[in-house]
């Protein structure tokens, strides 16, 4: 699993649960050392090995961790390079999901060996979506779960989501949009990055 | 034939960074995203001159030369502040009723989205712009992170280094590194000085007061040393008790017997260790590079001051030799 995946967990633990907790956790994975590289390549035994040692230091279940994680991703002011480049992919959450297609291609194009799975967007009726979440990275679709929630606060927009079961090892995310602009949403300023 | 008008509602759409100009230079219409470029110019009817100033191709200064540049690259760029720099095209519209410019930030967008607070919104769907400041965006996390990462191993490598020319237990140089430095003098062909100094009664300390106050010892004698060298000096831990100085540019006897008499004076002020006081001497001996023609080997200056060193304990402890010629002899003969 690539570094920068290993190194989100690191940064989400570390702030949600504290810097000891961290330690206790890869002290308990025994992998040797304490801290992951972002841009260095952990084998996948590696990287399950660090989240099943999360599970037991912090005693709570993986799926509901990794989606508050996708939500801290997205929300946390220490991240905020990733939450500019996913509104890159709209104006609004709507121009957002179809953008979705795209997001592992554009992973890429950032971090050429980070691969993520393929992501799928249908529109069953207006305002009714689901995401299929292509097999490949464990708890993939609870991460997307955490990211499309803390981005439709992102844009204001009030929707529902929902874990819809799995089509042929694909995990599905249906998605209910309420309401558009339902809050104010927080600003995206194209120029506002320091070059 | 399609009316200016038509044309405008066209390129508002397609490239809303346009200009219609007229037969005579003037503007009449230009698109959405070139006029929040200056939201209070007065556009219409104000000459394309005026508001441009065109840096390439050169020498264009009437309409009929703008025209005449049908195709090619323009560089232009405002004449107010900010000056932000443009890219253009021009195409001729029917019957000389003068052009349509199209224009693009190039590579000045990123300070242009910033200065005049553009969104997605202000470009077509079809232009790359946000791809682009999308990537640069990345890339330029990506890179911070490797950076970052290069920054990190660059200090574990000096830290690595370090600990490999470094006794951790004084801080000194090791034999390592003394072996190094005394390669590159050679090599170099600089005059130093060599001296080797030895702890006397050092092993009493070890044995009545135990290994901590030996550790303690050595400690306080590698500050000495250091205290007493310069910057350029190497002072080096080469074994338990035993150490190396080199003294660069160093050719003065008499100022080289000073010093050891100083070292050895300095070295011999009892150390206070857990209540109790540890004294111990040393013995020193030198020899110059100057002493030899033409290149000398690192073993030979060795053997050298080792001889010298040889020579000061059989002196009676406490004192310093320089070599002299023969001396290995006597080393050889007393072991024999």
Redesign the interface.
Known sequence: MHG?INRAIQAFVTSTYGADRWKEVMDLAGLGFREF????TYTDEQSNKMLQAMEQVLARPLPEMLEDMGTFLVSNPQVE?LR??LR?G??NYVEFLHSLDDLPG?AR???SDLYLPGLELFEQAPGQFELVCQPGLPGYANVMMGVLRAMADDYGDLVILEASGSQDGADVISITLVEREFAEGRSF?????S? | MMTDEQLAAIADHICPMFAIVDGKGRIMRVGPTLRKLRPDLKWEGRRFFRVFDLSRPRRVRSMEDLVNTAGSKLHLHFRDTPQTSLKGVLVPLPDGRGAIINLSFGISV??A???Y?????DFSPTDLT?EM??????????ME??R??NL?LQGAKIAAEEQAFTDTLTGLKNRRAMDHILERLITSGRDFALMHLDLDYFKQVNDTLGHAAGDAVLQHVARVMVDCTRQSDTVARVGGDEFVLIFNDLRDERQLQALAERLIREIEVPIPFGGKECKISASAGTTLSIWHDGTVSAARILNESDAALYAAKGAGRAQHCFYQKGMEQDVLEQHS
């Open positions: 920068l590289e972002a841009m260095l390079a500019r480049l890159f709209g104006v554009r194009l950032a971090v300023d194209l120029g506002a990055h070059l | 990123l300070e989205v910033r200065d607070d553009l969104t997605s919104a946000i400041l999308y990537l640069v965006e990345a890339k330029s996390a990506a992170a490797s970052q990462l990190r």
